[in-house]
């Protein structure tokens, strides 16, 4: 096999490695990033009470500043109580969390709402996640391909650029305790 | 009494900035003089701050309430254990309690170095000098603990009710060692970047002291977490509160160093990286502590608000900008020859593992404190919590625990198709059928179902793992004992640790899924003899009584539990009406079983004399605590094995022979 068809194939292979790797990872996370709205009514249908979706999404009005649903404070149980009343006259969880929002502010929403500045909060950690795959996949190919360029004699000799750092390793260390030998005799 | 602590803490100040200057000059100038006198003046730091706690404590066992520390944080009916816990109740005593455990670590380190003569270590004792310096002068200059009142009230303010419970007499300082102990990382870093030191032999050293400061902080962590789930009583443990949030961001960065810093030793590869992730680790523990005590952000946990924000914030931009500044001055010292087999290696997972950790702890730190942000441009108040943290971090976390299982089995080097194959079909399958198996009880979700996969899909990969490292010693000894087993545990501590820790964290996952998405909910006013019903379980209301406790008048509700109409137990939840602070504490009842807790809560006794019973049922919870004790152990059979460090310390002895010859 010649010097560039083993190129040619280690090129081939890497590729083919950065996508199997990216797939294994990408996919719960494709699947993980998409379903923010299924997880929001998850916990609420888990426990099928509508009065905990609406408060376990908000943030009690006092200064403990708990989650609403799990609030013990005397606001809280107030706060809590208000949320079932309106519940029974028949209101709906937007109409009542607007409702409150206007009364105390968006501070009372757990999560701020994804618009405007605030928009950063929710996009932010999901970017510099994306930017770090890609950066790291980049990096990873970089380095393949530096050691494939090696050639088969950089496969060959797997340890060389190791020994060289141990040799200067050593070199390192023998000066140290030559260093640390004169010290004892001070 | 007072003047000597405050004597000790300001001579405590000069002796770390002498042991500063000492170092600094010892090294300069390669005389041994000034660097043994720098070794003793740590010595004496640690001497002084432990003075200096002995007199604090001492006044806060025996109520001098003419310390202004003792009247604020005690009282005279306040039981002498909590007494004593209240050093780290406040602010003062938080700090000191920081530089007793940074002293400490600064003597233990010396101690376990003292027969080596190299200057590395006292550069190494610089560093965690020069962090002496910072908190003996905020101790000695802003936030002193010894300030005396002129006239001393008769009795004190007494203790913060939340503070009065047995967890969190050790997760404080449990947690801080952890913190803190990140410090001597950052020193080995720092001092390699000033020594220009190259070589593999102190990250070896690094990732002992860095894996030992990693399980406290994470079994501080869940301890924090358990505390939470006793005191708090709102049915949960973790509800993304800036401080919890606080310890868990150095956690994160820790793990990622723990796992990037193998490529480092094997491969020689990475070590800018490592580096900034040691660094990145230490600030953002000064961070937790700046987070915990400035009182910046509203929290449950911050209960000290004061004016030294501005000093430590001054303290993590110089701390950093020196770091960063050497890093860029030594780059040639971190340059590696980076060449990789194959990106489907062990090398890849971890690189792309090391991303997810840093996203996690970045999210955690944008969410954290971007309320202070929106707040500044907008001007506009929001809040930022669990509702945001659950939709963020919880997807980042499973793509973590699919990593888990992917990243061991692959080999060093290149994976090749038929390994994968062979590790991987078996768990997938396991998977599916636990998924599947799972479905009929409720399971529903995009996240919960991942999660499901995610933990059977790495159990079965770690089960495997053993199973086959069993099957391989099998002409040593038959396969399958336990004897075999611990054989293999004990001939590979890294690598079998390390899955012992992996297990723990699926436990986790297993326990936070159970308890959340699983979690059953009713509540009640019950009059004596009514009944209600949650799951199984038939809670009915005996009585309801008043009791005067130690220092506090206790409302409690006896509460009968059957299950399956079987009489099971009594359960007790109260309501804790405190003297000193006349606020209602919640006091939970627990009946714990490994498959689920019976949690209850009296919300108050009402007008009609009816008391408000609320109830959860918290499936699985059990595997959070059992998981974390699991790490714990993972961890310390990886903190066994010193075979490579030991095979180091030959070949140096027997050169130092040679070299003596």
């Known amino acids: ?186 | 009494m007072s003047e000597i602590g405050k004597l000790a803490l300001f001579l405590g100040f000069l002796c770390s900035c002498y042991a500063v200057g000492a170092f600094a000059v010892g090294l300069r100038t390669g005389m041994a003089g000034p660097l043994r006198s720098g070794r003793r003046a740590v010595w004496i730091v640690c001497g002084l701050t432990v003075l200096a706690t002995i007199i604090l404590v001492r006044a806060l066992v025996a109520r001098d309430f003419s310390y202004r520390y003792v009247a604020e944080h005690t009282s005279l009916d306040l039981p002498k254990m909590y007494a004593f816990s209240s050093l780290w109740a406040g602010q003062e005593g938080s700090l000191l309690l920081w530089l007793l455990i940074l002293s400490a670590y600064g003597a233990v380190f010396l101690w376990a170095y003292r027969k080596r003569l190299d200057p590395f270590y006292d550069a190494v004792a610089m560093v965690v000098a020069s962090v002496m310096v910072f908190f003996t002068s905020l101790l000695s200059f802003v936030s002193p603990p010894f300030r005396i009142l002129a006239t001393p009230p008769p009795d004190g303010n007494g203790l913060n009710p939340l503070l009065q419970d047995p967890g969190m007499m050790i997760h404080p300082p449990i947690l801080y060692t952890g913190y803190v102990g990140f410090i001597i990382p950052f020193a080995f870093g720092i001092a390699v970047l000033i020594m220009n030191r190259s070589g593999t032999r102190w990250i070896e050293e690094v990732r002992r002291w860095t894996l030992f400061n990693w399980m406290f902080l994470g079994f501080g962590v869940l301890l924090g977490a358990r505390w939470a789930y006793i005191e708090l009583g709102w049915g949960g443990y973790w509800g993304w509160d800036p401080v919890e949030n606080a310890s868990l961001m150095p956690w994160l960065v820790g793990t990622a160093f723990l796992h990037s810093v193998m490529i480092e030793q094997r491969r020689g590869m990475l070590k800018t990286w490592n580096v900034v992730l040691i660094v990145l680790t230490f600030e953002l523990s000064i961070f937790g502590t700046f987070l915990t005590r400035s009182g910046v952000l509203t929290s449950v946990h911050s209960f000290a608000e004061s004016n030294i924000g501005p000093w430590f914030m001054a303290f993590i931009l110089g701390s950093s900008t020196i770091a960063t500044a050497l890093i860029l001055y030594r780059k040639a010292l971190l340059e590696s020859e980076n060449r990789m087999d194959a990106v489907v290696s062990r090398e890849g997972s971890f690189l792309f593992n090391n991303v997810l950790f840093v996203a996690l702890a970045f999210a955690t730190f944008l969410g954290t404190t971007f309320p202070i942000l929106s707040e500044a441009v907008t001007g506009s108040k929001i809040s930022v919590s669990a509702p945001f943290f659950n939709r963020v971090n919880v997807p980042i976390a499973l793509v973590l625990l699919m990593l888990t299982g992917i990243g061991p089995v692959l080999s060093w080097k290149r994976a090749t198709a038929s390994v994968m194959k062979r590790n991987f079909i078996i768990p997938i399958f396991v998977g599916i059928v636990a998924t599947l198996a799972c479905l009929p009880f409720g399971l529903h979700g995009i996240y919960p179902i991942i999660c499901v996969f995610g933990a059977a899909f790495v159990m079965s990969t770690v089960v495997m793992e053993f199973a086959r490292g069993v099957q391989a010693r099998k002409d040593i000894e038959p396969p399958a004992t336990p004897a075999a087993l611990l054989h293999l545990v004990q001939k590979n501590k890294r690598r079998y640790g390390g899955y012992i820790v992996h297990v723990g964290v699926v436990m986790i996952f297993v326990g936070v899924l159970g308890s959340s998405v699983f979690q059953k909910e009713a509540h009640a006013p019950l009059q004596p003899g009514q009944s209600m019903a949650i799951g199984p379980y038939a809670l009915t209301l005996q009585k309801v009584e008043e009791k005067q406790i130690l220092n506090a008048t206790q409302t409690r509700a006896e509460v009968q539990v059957s299950r399956d109409g079987k009489r099971l137990t009594d359960m007790y939840p109260a309501k804790a009406m405190y003297t000193k602070s006349q606020q209602p504490m919640t006091e939970v009842a627990l009946h714990q079983t490994a498959a689920e807790d019976l949690y209850l809560i009296l919300g108050g006794v009402n007008e009609d004399g009816s008391a408000s019973i609320q109830a959860y049922i918290n499936p699985l919870v059990g595997f959070v605590w059992m998981g974390g004790i699991v790490m714990v152990i993972g961890t310390i059979i990886c903190l066994a094995d010193r075979m490579r460090l030991r095979r180091e310390e030959k070949l140096l002895v027997s050169e130092e022979k040679l070299l003596a010859s």
Not at chain 1, 17 to 43: F, H, Q, Y
Not at chain 1, 51 to 63: K, V, W, Y
Not at chain 1, 80 to 87: A, I, P, R, S
Not at chain 1, 150 to 165: M, N, R, V
């Open chain 1, 1 to 186: 096999m010649t010097l560039v068809s083993i190129r040619h194939l280690t090129a081939r292979r890497t590729i083919r490695g950065v996508r199997l790797l990216a797939a294994l990872i990408a996919i719960p996370a494709i699947l993980a990033a998409s379903a923010p709205s299924a997880v929001a009514t998850e916990s609420a249908a888990g426990r099928k009470d509508p009065a905990r979706a609406i408060t376990s999404q908000l943030i009690c009005p006092c200064s403990c500043g708990e989650i609403l649903s799990g609030c013990t404070c005397e606001t809280g149980k107030s706060m809590q109580g208000y949320v079932t009343n309106e519940l029974s006259k028949g209101k709906g969880k937007e109409e009542i969390t607007a409702a409150l929002v206007a009364k105390y502010g968006e501070v009372i929403l757990g999560a701020p709402k994804a618009e405007g500045f605030n928009l950063i909060v929710w996009i932010a950690p999901f970017v510099a996640t994306a930017i770090g795959f890609v950066f790291a996949a980049l990096v990873l190919r970089r380095w393949v391909k530096r050691r494939a360029m090696a050639g088969p004699g950089g496969l060959a000799t797997a340890g060389a650029p190791l020994t060289a750092a141990a040799e200067q390793d050593q070199v390192d260390r023998r000066a140290r305790v030559e260093a640390e030998l004169k010290r004892l005799r001070e």
